[in-house]
């Protein structure tokens, strides 16, 4: 009976031993599981996201296509389920490092029209200036800001005295919060990084004409700002009516025998002859990559058409 009741206990034991391990074992395989799941998912994931770059990639390519063929520039037709890419002429804007004392007050006619108050329009584009000049003598002795300025705030910083490298580096400047930067980055650029203002005419959109015509009334052109106002709406209808594929052709620029202008706008018009540019040189791609798992990359560029150089990018 003693032998038995051994036997038995002993059998028991082997048993609940024997379950325990392969509980144990149930777990290990589930977690090996789910962790080769989670390493699958990611691999495919890893994948897909470098898929869909190439495709973004493959749209700047497309992009960089379109600008070397004018008979086609501006159509913007690069779309497909994979990809689509849109191209944008960087001097149609307006070029935050081209600012000076002498042609500040189109970036303050712009100011106004997106709505931003007199004073904060005034300490943004003065302290603006102060931050590409290399000296450390505020443009204005109210509105501007140096080093003194940045040194004195909360969070102390410095005055960069150098040309910008991003848009958003428009934040740090005195008086700009992300609401005004919301409303008006679309509309800046950084491209020429040197050289003097110009505007291209044929690509430029309403409000920066207004904002260069509007900065030029008064005696000197012997206009007025609805004259500048009307000058613009001219020069819009011009445009809408002779727009093919491309501004590109000479003959396709804006013709100003044909624009029916009264004294004041040819006043108007001659003075802001030397702000334009006919031959645009730094164009913007931006390109979509989507893969069928819905995988996308975003990818912006700037191009030099002249020497054929990317000279700025970012990918997300």
């Known amino acids: ?76 037709l690069g779309a497909s389920k994979s990809i689509s890419y849109s191209i944008k002429d960087e001097e149609g804007k307006l070029n935050l490092n081209a600012f000076n004392l002498i042609n500040i007050n189109v970036f303050l006619c712009f100011l106004e029209q997106c709505g931003v108050e007199e004073e904060t329009s005034k300490i943004i584009a003065f302290s603006l200036i102060d931050w590409i000049d290399i000296d ?14 940045y040194q004195a705030l909360s969070q102390p910083g410095i005055c960069k005295n150098l040309p910008f ?19 008006i980055k679309n509309h800046i650029t950084l491209w020429p990084q040197q050289g003097s203002l110009k505007i291209n005419p044929d690509t430029a959109s309403e409000i920066i004409l207004r904002s260069f015509a509007r900065s030029l009334t008064g005696n000197l052109a012997r206009s007025t ?52 540019t006919k031959n645009s040189n ?3 791609i931006s390109s979509y990559g ?19 150089f990317i000279v700025s990018w970012r990918r997300k």
């Open 1 to 76: 009976m003693m032998i038995r009741k051994v036997f038995h206990l002993t059998s028991g034991s082997i048993i609940l031993s024997a379950l325990w391990i392969l509980v144990f074992l149930s777990l290990i395989a589930f977690s090996l599981a789910a962790k080769s799941q989670a390493e699958i998912q990611w691999a495919r994931y890893a994948t897909e996201k470098t898929k869909s770059k190439y495709l973004a990639w493959q749209g700047v390519v497309l992009g960089l296509r379109e600008i070397y063929h004018p008979d086609n520039f501006y159509e913007n």
């Open 136 to 149: 450390e003598t505020p443009s204005h002795q109210i509105y501007g800001a140096e080093n003194s300025y």
């Open 165 to 183: 490298d991003s848009k958003e580096e428009l934040l740090l400047v005195r008086g700009m919060t992300p609401e005004i930067f919301q409303k």
């Open 225 to 276: 700002i609805a004259d500048a106002d009307t000058l613009v709406g001219k020069i819009i209808e011009y445009r809408l009516k002779n727009e093919k594929n491309s501004f590109e052709n000479s003959e396709q620029h804006i013709n100003i025998a044909q624009l029916d202008l009264n004294p004041q706008e040819k006043s108007l018009i001659l003075s802001l002859q030397p702000y334009w």
């Open 282 to 284: 730094y164009f913007s």
């Open 290 to 308: 989507v893969t069928l798992l819905g995988a996308k990359t975003f990818i912006e560029t700037v191009i030099s058409k002249e020497d054929f």
